[in-house]
């Protein structure tokens, strides 16, 4: 196979081409997966801030009722006072309760505050 020199260095400069080309299409197809990713990172975001704010609804009630339980009060200014050390000590397990309605609210409620965690982590790391 003949070439001549000046065929030779041509075909150098047209694979070049040919390399740009496809890094041009390859540029292309990370930008359309990048726009993809980023509209599912932003559908899940909206969707986790949607189910928060439904989630919290509820949040006013289910308290109001855990501590009145738990400081044994029906007044409703126990919902705005800054009294904590009981209902953390009920929550995490140190205090123990033995009737079983106590019970069944405390580990409601536990169950909605992991969720309603689960959700805020689910929007912090989106």
Known sequence: ?????????????????????????????????????????????????????IWSFPLGLFRSRFRKMIYKTDSWWINVKPVFWEEIKVLFGFHQRTDRVELRVINFYRFYLIVYFAILILILST
Not at 15 to 21: D, G, I, L, Y
Not at 43 to 53: E, K, N
């Open 1 to 53: 196979m003949n070439m001549s020199f000046a065929a030779y260095h041509l075909r150098p400069s047209f694979a070049k081409k040919e390399r740009v080309v496809a890094l041009e299409k390859t540029k292309s197809i990370i930008e359309v997966k990048t726009e993809e990713r980023q509209m599912d990172t932003l559908i899940i975001h909206t969707t986790a801030v949607i189910a928060f704010i």
